[in-house]
């Protein structure tokens, strides 16, 4: 999709729809898109059709890696924090039913469901950290989520 998007200049677009403040969404892939990097099935829609996870590269709007289903696809737990090992950064992991919200440099998670949750997932030395991201309505800097 991503692939597509640049060859048809989707990607400027919608980098031009927010520029002028309209309201950029997604779920699943529609949520890896807005990010640097993404944790994506991708593989299994194609003609080899592999359920292996990969990286792929997003628009980039957030520079980090998201990673969507995070508590219903069994693999995506295990392949983030392998990603996260060999190739640092941070990722921000959302379970199904949460989002994160991002309006001019703050964020927060939103959730539809009182059991869903949203994880910030680094590096600190050798060890991969997954830390849980506060769920109380209060915006919070960009910066403070995508620092280590």
């Known amino acids: 999709m991503l692939r597509i998007w640049r060859r048809r200049g989707v990607d400027k677009v919608l980098k031009e729809a927010g520029r002028k403040g309209v309201i950029l969404s997604g779920l699943s892939a529609g949520a890896i898109c807005w990010f640097r990097y993404g944790n994506s099935d991708s593989r299994k829609f194609g003609s080899k059709k592999s359920n292996k996870l990969i990286k792929v590269s997003g628009i980039g709007f957030l520079p980090s890696m998201a990673c969507p289903h995070y508590d219903v696809e069994k693999s995506r737990r295990y392949s983030l924090k392998k990603m996260i090992q060999n190739c640092g950064g941070v990722s921000i992991a959302l379970e199904n039913c949460s989002a994160l919200e991002v309006i001019d440099g703050r964020y927060r998670v939103i959730t539809s469901s009182d059991s869903a949750e949203a994880y910030k997932v680094y ?26």
């Open 123 to 148: 590096k600190r030395r050798r060890e991969v950290i997954e830390e849980k991201l506060p769920q109380d309505n209060k915006f919070r800097s960009i910066e403070e989520l995508f620092g280590r």
